[in-house]
């Protein structure tokens, strides 16, 4: 059980920092998300993957990953937000395409 913590903490450090930068470098993540539970999450969700797996992707590539779950987690419920004249005005448009 000790490898597990030890990987979950491998993939913490890797994931932590890229996570700090791309909402310190975007206003909707810094209104939308909480930087922790972010972390959280997707040390769970990369930790999924084997060892060898998460250190064969680039950093390039895990920050482009990240940064597209962060997007979705930012976006989603935001109709959740809107008043119901703003809902009945997405819906009209929604209608008309």
């Known amino acids: 059980m000790p490898e597990v913590a030890n990987y979950n903490q491998e993939v913490s450090n890797c994931i932590s920092p890229i996570v700090e930068k791309l909402?310190?470098?975007?206003?909707?993540y810094?209104?939308?998300?909480?930087?922790?539970?972010?972390?959280?999450m997707l040390v769970e969700l990369f930790g999924?993957?084997?060892?060898?797996?998460?250190?064969?992707?680039?950093?390039?590539?895990?920050t482009r990953r990240i940064d597209k779950i962060l997007v979705l987690e930012a976006v989603s419920g935001t109709l959740?937000?809107?008043?119901?004249?703003?809902?009945k005005?997405?819906?009209?448009?929604?209608?008309?395409?």
């Open 23 to 28: 909402i310190k470098g975007n206003s909707l």
């Open 89 to 97: 005005m997405y819906d009209d448009a929604v209608k008309r395409k």
């Open 30 to 40: 810094q209104v939308k998300l909480n930087q922790q539970e972010m972390i959280e």
């Open 80 to 87: 959740n937000d809107l008043t119901p004249e703003q809902i």
């Open 48 to 62: 999924q993957l084997s060892p060898e797996e998460m250190r064969a992707i680039t950093e390039h590539e895990l």
